[in-house]
């Protein structure tokens, strides 16, 4: 009986116990879910959510390796597109290097002979090349499409002599026409011939990459030279550093005159602080467009859009090119059509290319 009776109380403080256990567990899942229930986490997705107010949905996957000529390794296009590969490969599952060129006619070629999967071009390049035109006459290449137009490039005539303040004042002088291969030459020809004067017949005409360019220049071997690149221009930078320098300006006549024989170009002023000029500097501008092989994917020239406008702060840092982009500008170029993956680019943002 006594037994009976122990084991009776026994179950009896057993049940109290649970009854204590169980009234203690609950306070603590009270307090955990204070934090819940302010949900500060829940707020701060749908605050940032960057999808939208950015471009593109995101960087697409199965990208591959790109070759990327660009220019010569004193000029606009080398640098920046140094840039705009190294934040391409770093964001996005393509992987893109800018390696040196001889300009615009070159990286066609180049694209053209499988050498390349993109290339820098000036507008007007591009258009000639496409069409069959002036230096692709013979040579009609058509097997690329536009990716973006990023940027203006200056026709920057340079020169050391004060006293060549006008185009005309380049007869009888000794002038770089830009390397064999580049767009400069056809842009030197137009602008001279703006002026009534021939190449062949006017000037003595060097062909000389920008870098041999302002060498020329330094070491009194040539009088001026046409440098088309987006300023400031590394090669004439670099030149201003050691002795001043002046840029010749375009009248408003002539320019209307270049304009109607040849609509690529564009009115455009250099600022005075850009060289340390004396003055701002009247001349024309040509685009800077970036193409590419018509069988590379969509995947990654899509990537290589995203990985540019998404990132236009890192850029604008590392180049002050940066700072002239824009998706509207680059959506604008009519002459060539845009390639597949950067018609779905530019539809992400409600933008039609090459309107």
Known sequence: MK??????LALAMCLALVACGNGNTSTPSTSTSTPAASTPAASTPAASTPDNSTPGSGPMDGGSSLQFTTGGDQGTYFG????LASKISETTSTQVTAITSGGSQANIEAMDMGDAQLGFVQTDVGAYAYNGERLFEDNKIDNFSTVANLYMEQVQIVTLNPDIKSVADLKGKAVSVGAAGSGVFYNAV?????YGLDVDADISATYQSFGDSTEALQDGKIDAAFVVAGAPTTAVTSLSATKP????SLDDEHIDALIAASPYYSKDVIAKDVYNTPEDVTTVAVGAVVIARNDVSEADVYNFLYGVFNHLDDITTAHAKGAELSLEFAASYGAVPYHPGAVKFFAEQGITPGK
């Open 245 to 248: 320098v002046y840029l010749v």
């Open 80 to 83: 920046f597109g140094g840039v």
């Open 190 to 194: 137009d602008v001279l011939g703006a």
């Open 3 to 8: 037994k009976t009776l122990a084991l009776i």
